[in-house]
Nanobody
């Protein structure tokens, strides 16, 4: 497993942008598929996006498609989530996750999780 640490959250006005980062420990980062999830108060954790080990394939939830972009830099052991055109309903704690199995990751059953970073979008 890898250890994951998210950063980059904060308070932003609707329509604004944020970029989240997730730094991973270990030398095997490039062998993991990576994903972002979020959980709003009183709601279940929600899949946002995932990216293949090479970065060549990405997948997004309909709720963020066209606004969010996931990317990774294997040389820096980091995955990013660029969030544009933010809406108040994007307010949540955002988590990154890692697993070697893509279906398991997408189901939220990934083996490694970060501690989360709060994103608050004001109207």
């Amino acid at each position: 497993q890898v250890q994951l640490v998210e950063s980059g959250g904060g308070l932003v006005q609707a329509g604004g942008s944020l970029r989240l980062s997730c730094a991973a420990s270990g030398r095997t980062f490039s062998t993991y598929v990576m994903g972002w999830f979020r959980q709003a108060p009183g709601k279940e954790r929600e899949f946002i996006a995932d990216i293949s080990w090479s970065g060549g394939s990405t997948n997004y939830a309909d709720s963020v498609k066209g606004r969010f972009t996931i990317s990774r830099d294997n040389a820096k052991n980091t995955v990013y989530l660029q969030m544009n055109s933010l809406k108040p309903e994007d307010t949540a704690v955002y988590y990154c996750a890692a697993d070697r199995n893509l279906p398991r990751l997408r189901l939220g059953l990934g083996g490694s999780w970060g501690q989360g970073t709060q994103v608050t979008v004001s109207s």
